[in-house]
């Protein structure tokens, strides 16, 4: 069974850093896409980043390019967010997933397995 367990959301203000870890366990973590989502509250789930098990290919929301940096560390099963310049509209629960299906790195729907997410809130 694959556990994702995320961890370093918080209280900020805008325009500071923050950093989301989040450690897997279960199947082989270096062989799976990794992705960050972010929910607000009445809102579907949205895509923010993604990276390739290599970490060779990286991807991201035109709303947070520039701003956030997706990384992993296979030799520890982690995956991390590192997002700077932080608005207040970034403000969600943000979730790791790891990506088992063949569609598309946006769409969840492709991500079989999830954290159970961080919040993060900015504020202004």
């Known amino acids: 069974q694959v556990q994702l367990v995320e961890s370093g959301g918080g209280l900020v203000q805008s325009g500071d850093s923050l950093t989301l870890s989040c450690a897997a366990s279960?199947?082989?973590?270096?062989?799976?896409?990794m992705g960050w989502f972010r929910q607000v509250p009445g809102k579907e789930r949205e895509f923010v980043a993604a990276i390739t098990w290599s970490g060779g290919r990286r991807f991201y929301a035109d709303s947070v390019k520039g701003r956030f940096t997706v990384s992993r560390d296979n030799a520890k099963n982690t995956v991390h967010l590192q997002m700077n310049s932080l608005k207040p509209e970034d403000t969600a629960v943000y979730y790791c997933?790891?990506?088992?299906?063949?569609?598309?790195?946006?769409?969840?729907?492709?991500?079989?397995?999830w954290g159970q997410g961080t919040q993060v809130t900015v504020s202004s």
């Open positions: 279960g199947r082989t973590f270096s062989s799976y896409t």
């Open positions: 997933a790891q990506k088992g299906g063949l569609g598309p790195y946006v769409r969840s729907v492709e991500y079989d397995y």
